[in-house]
């Protein structure tokens, strides 16, 4: 078993977009899956997946008012362990507890942890439970500063930073290029996720981008993460020139 946070500094940066695409490109490579939303006071990973954000959830785990395995859902091929939408649901929530909540979980082959932004206690839980980290970045100054201070904490609490995810990229000529990324982070970029429209579409329907456009720039950058991740061959999908037109254009 695997814990990868997935974690940036910055809120909004793509994190649980990342989590929830990430895992179910994991298990289409045949893995057992398990995705945990650890943003306990913005928990809003159920939408992404099209899965009831209603008790019993991690919350109510984390208060001791249900067993783990009552909050777990199943969705698009991956175990979900959703946090709760309602805002009364954090009240008597104890994030410490995390730990021991996940070492229940173990028998999965990758448990992928959508952390909060910040530096809070729940950051430095999420941090802590897992073994290693992403660090999902914007092209912009903000996200990489803010991105910096969580990889420098990931260090002293010996999670190991496998690399950063450069997300909503659109190549225009203002955007910090990915070679900046990699010297301040002192990390490699992974994976350049393109800005897409169809993220905001997919989230609509609860339908992650790899199943709701599969063929799409985004879907497949998410694909071959996971791939090279799990040390699988990664094969683009074979796509009409029509769409490989468009692909191409896009990237431009
Ligand atoms: N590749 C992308 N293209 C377009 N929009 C994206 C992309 N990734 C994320 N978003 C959008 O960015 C916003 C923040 O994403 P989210 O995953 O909730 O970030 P975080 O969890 O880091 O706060 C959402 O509106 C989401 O639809
Ligand atoms: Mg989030």
Redesign the pocket.
């Known amino acids: 078993m695997v814990s990868l946070v997935i974690c940036?500094g910055k809120?909004?940066?793509?994190?649980?977009?990342?989590s929830a695409n990430l895992a179910v490109a994991m298990a289409q490579y045949g893995r057992d899956v398990l995705v945990v939303d650890a943003?306990i006071e913005m928990a809003?990973l159920c939408f992404?997946l099209g899965v009831d954000g209603s008790s019993p959830t991690l919350h109510d785990v984390l208060a001791g008012k249900a067993d783990v395995t009552e909050a777990l859902r199943e969705a698009h091929g991956v175990k979900v362990l959703p946090g709760a939408i309602s805002l009364t649901a954090l009240k008597h929530t104890d994030p410490e507890r995390l730990e021991e909540v996940l070492r229940v979980l173990d028998a999965h082959d990758v448990i992928v942890i959508?952390a909060p932004?910040g530096l809070g206690r729940p950051v430095l839980t999420a941090l802590s439970v897992s073994e290693a980290a992403l660090l999902?970045v914007n092209p912009e100054i903000p996200s990489i500063s803010d991105a910096l201070k969580t990889r420098v904490v990931a260090g002293k609490l010996g999670t190991s930073v496998l690399g950063a995810v450069l997300?909503?990229w659109r190549g225009a000529p203002e955007e910090i290029p990915v070679r900046d990324v990699e010297t301040v982070l002192e990390t490699k970029v992974l994976a350049t996720?393109?800005?897409?429209?169809n993220?905001?579409a997919a989230?609509s329907f609860g339908v992650p981008l790899v199943l709701y456009k599969p063929d799409s720039p985004?879907a497949q950058a998410v694909k071959k993460l996971a791939a090279d991740l799990l040390g699988e061959e990664y094969r683009p999908l074979k796509i009409g020139l029509g769409r490989r037109l468009k692909n191409l254009l896009f990237r431009l």
């Open positions: 940036s809120g909004g940066t793509g994190k649980t977009t990342l943003d809003n992404h959508d932004a999902v997300t909503r996720i393109p800005e897409d429209a993220v905001r989230c985004a």
